[in-house]
């Protein structure tokens, strides 16, 4: 019995190096144990996830473009934890290195700053009037040494965008900004915004509540995230719901600093630039998006499945699970990570 015990721990606490299922070409392999991941990359191709178990904000990182992973280490315990449909840890990069955001159930962000030997530690809180992001949902975005985190903040009573950014890693962050307020009193409130960082330009999606349409709409600041511009809907279809889909979409930025999405209406997936009509790719939820060599990569759930579509509409399987996330490693590799039956699994996959 003692000797199972302990297999199991050193099971949940081994890295992807330590699986003899090597991450490759349509190959898994599990990062830990735990649910809700979040990614980034850094300028030196180095990878980064943040994910939670529990009240515990775990991060694991890969020095060899996805071949393995480090054994998860603890960033912190934050009680109450928020962290569950698309609700999580939230991961950036900035030029002074890696930033995670994390919520609680008293409605509170704050910042966690990995230092130069590897440690974390707790930083600042990002939203500046107790208890307003009580929903738990925020997202995390980085350019140069900007970061640049949004969630949905119910301090005027219903829900609206709100933003700060950073310009020190996370060690601070700038008095609270709205970003977007609907003129039906509120945008959707189970749905988690993107926020996408192109030097001074900041990029927010979110989903919106306009005569019962729950819709995705862009928006706009060409100032760092002072001023933001009107927003803009995204598609030419609606979607009227008495409900919450609980699905946000993705959002990057292209080669030529123009910005595309992916967002789900109904049981389809849509892949949209601003003020072009949507097109479908396919049927499912939870969708994530990359560029790799100028081209669109697209993953989702699609029943209980992590899909994937390549640039040649070449469709793989990548496993079981939910909550898909991805990134372009380099021009002819990208990861993808997910949760399944609380472990974290990742995939690399190859054009």
């Known amino acids: 019995m003692k000797l199972v015990i302990f297999l199991l721990i050193l099971f949940s606490a081994c890295g992807i190096g330590c699986n003899s299922n090597q991450t490759g070409a349509n190959s898994a392999a599990v990062i830990g144990g735990g649910h809700a991941p979040s990614l980034a990359k850094d300028k030196e191709g180095n990878l980064h996830v943040a994910y939670c178990t529990g009240d515990s904000i775990m991060y694991s990182y890969s020095g060899d473009q996805g ?3 480090t054994a998860p280490v ?3 315990v934050l009680p109450g ?4 449909n698309s609700r999580g840890p939230q991961i950036g990069i900035s030029s002074l290195g890696v930033t995670v955001i994390a919520g609680n159930k008293n409605g509170n962000i704050y910042s966690f700053e990995k230092n130069g030997k590897g440690t974390w530690r707790k930083t600042a809180r990002v939203n500046d009037q107790d208890s307003s992001a009580r929903e738990g949902l925020m997202a995390l975005g980085g350019d140069g040494s900007t970061l640049y985190a949004v969630w949905l903040d119910l301090r005027a009573g219903h829900n609206r965008i709100y ?3 950073s310009a020190d890693g996370g060690e601070s962050w700038s008095k609270n900004g709205l970003v977007y307020a609907s003129p039906d009193s509120t945008v959707c409130e189970c749905c988690k915004p993107s926020v996408a960082v192109n030097g001074n330009k900041v990029f927010v999606m979110f989903r919106n509540l306009i005569g019962g349409n729950r819709d995705l709409y862009l928006i706009q600041s060409d100032d760092g995230g002072k001023v933001f511009h009107q927003a803009v809907k995204l598609g030419n279809g609606n979607w009227k719901l008495n409900g919450c889909p609980m699905d946000g979409g993705s959002l990057v930025i292209n080669e030529t600093g123009t910005p595309e999405t992916v967002w789900r209406r109904q049981n389809k997936i849509y892949q949209c630039e601003p003020g072009k009509p949507e097109r479908e790719i396919a049927e499912g939820r939870n969708c994530s998006m990359t560029i790799l060599n100028g081209k669109n990569v697209y993953v989702w759930n699609e029943k209980g499945k992590i899909v994937s579509l390549l640039p040649d509409n070449k469709k793989q399987t ?4 939910a909550f898909p996330v991805v990134k ?3 021009k002819e590799k990208l990861i993808c990570v997910w949760e399944n039956e609380k472990q974290i699994h990742a995939a690399v ?3």
């Open 67 to 69: 071949k393995s992973f």
């Open 74 to 76: 603890l960033i912190s």
């Open 81 to 84: 934890l928020a962290s569950v």
């Open 163 to 165: 933003g700060a950014a």
């Open 318 to 321: 990548l496993g079981e699970g």
């Open 328 to 330: 372009a490693i380099n």
């Open 349 to 351: 996959l190859r054009l």
